[in-house]
């Protein structure tokens, strides 16, 4: 089974930047990005197939944005003029059936990073 390994996470002031990275142990067609916000349930933010199309989720709003290096496996969450509602932990997941868009088919998981927005 494919294993995720999710960095890049922290603590910032609102208004600035986190990269997040997630590295597949294995090649994975659909990659995605999802957030747990404290008492919440997990949301999708973004994802991307191995051929680079890209979907977000709607408050998204240009604020982040995602990229893939296939020949590092790896998943990029670039996030921009972060807001204290962006805290929470962020998931790295994938799926190997067509429609990385459908979120729902998701069944890996990484362990998830902490992302906290300070006000």
């Known amino acids: 089974q494919v294993q995720l390994v999710e960095s890049g996470g922290g603590s910032v002031q609102a208004g600035g930047s986190l990269r997040l990275s997630c590295v597949a142990s294995?090649?994975?067609?659909?990659m995605g990005w999802f957030r747990q916000a404290p008492g919440k349930e997990r949301e999708e933010v973004a994802a991307s197939s191995y051929s680079d199309v890209i979907f977000y989720a709607d408050f998204v709003k240009g604020r982040f944005s995602v990229s893939r290096d296939n020949a590092k496996r790896t998943l990029y969450l670039q996030m921009n003029n972060l807001k204290p509602e962006d805290t929470g932990v962020y998931y790295c997941?994938?799926?190997?059936?067509?429609?990385?868009?459908?979120?729902?088919?998701?069944?890996?998981w990484g362990q998830g990073t902490q992302v906290t927005v300070s006000s």
């Open positions: 294995e090649y994975t067609f659909c």
């Open positions: 997941a994938t799926h190997d059936r067509l429609g990385c868009s459908v979120w729902s088919q998701y069944n890996t």
